[in-house]
């Protein structure tokens, strides 16, 4: 009797670890090189008797030359729009500790302390009072400043009230009046302010300064940067 021999069907059979490669990051766009394999592919397939007109494939190379010329050209504004943003926090950082001056004429302010502030008047004015009111609208000093010129005054408080005592900590703000062309109007005040820190926020990466008192502004609201501290 013939003996059956067992056989086993997975001899032979050899077990090969399959490796995939990493697909290559695919952003959908057109790349130069699919461009060209395209074209190449369009003028193999094409019908020797209606052979592609080469004022057509002369546009097509053109419109692609285009469109990766724009892209190219925006990805350098990206790259200078980025350069930018680091240079101008990097001079933003070197305004930490000094002051700054705003189109603002409300500040808050520790005990104690002075505040440095601009008149700016378009016209000469006279009989020019500059009030320091208080977050209730109470008038707790008065300077009489008299005549000034059309144009920027500096002016400084010290801080105290009208009875000589330092004002308490809290919001205050300017409101100076006076005579132009011989009508009783108010004039603008600005404030300086002292830059405690520098903040890189948002998509466009805007510099933003906080300023004493808790306040913030854009570096670009900046009117004039001061030497000395408020």
């Not at 013939?2 to 290559?24: H, I, P, S």
């Not at 350069?83 to 002051?99: D, H, I, N, Y």
């Not at 300086?192 to 670009?220: E, F, P, Q």
Request: net charge negative; aromatic share 6%.
């Amino acid at each position: 009797m013939e003996t059956v021999k067992g056989t086993n069907l997975l001899e032979g059979l050899r077990w090969q670890k399959e490796e995939y490669k990493a697909a290559e990051k695919d952003n959908g766009m057109l790349t130069q090189a699919d461009f060209f394999a395209l074209l190449t592919q369009e003028l193999a397939n094409q019908d020797p008797t209606k052979p592609v007109d080469n004022n057509e494939i002369i546009s097509q190379m053109t419109a692609f030359s285009t469109t990766d010329g724009v892209q190219r050209l925006n990805d350098s504004f990206d790259i200078f729009a980025r350069s930018m943003t680091s240079s101008q926090a990097l001079q933003a950082s070197s305004l930490v500790g000094r002051s700054v001056l705003v189109e603002d004429n409300v500040f808050g302010m520790e005990e104690g302390q002075s505040v440095k502030g601009k008149l700016v008047s378009d016209k000469p004015a006279s009989n020019v009072k500059i009030y320091v009111e208080n977050i209730a609208g109470e008038i707790i000093q008065t300077v009489q400043v008299g005549k000034v010129d059309a144009g920027g005054m500096n002016f400084t408080w010290d801080g105290q009230t009208a009875e000589g005592e330092p004002a308490p900590e809290g919001a205050y703000r300017f409101r100076i009046v006076g005579l132009v062309d011989g009508q009783a109007s108010e004039l603008e005040a600005m404030t300086y302010r002292k830059v405690d820190s520098v903040t890189l926020a948002g998509a466009g990466g805007n510099i933003i300064l906080n300023l004493n008192g808790g306040s913030s502004m854009a570096l670009a609201d900046v009117v004039e940067i001061s030497g000395g501290d408020s």
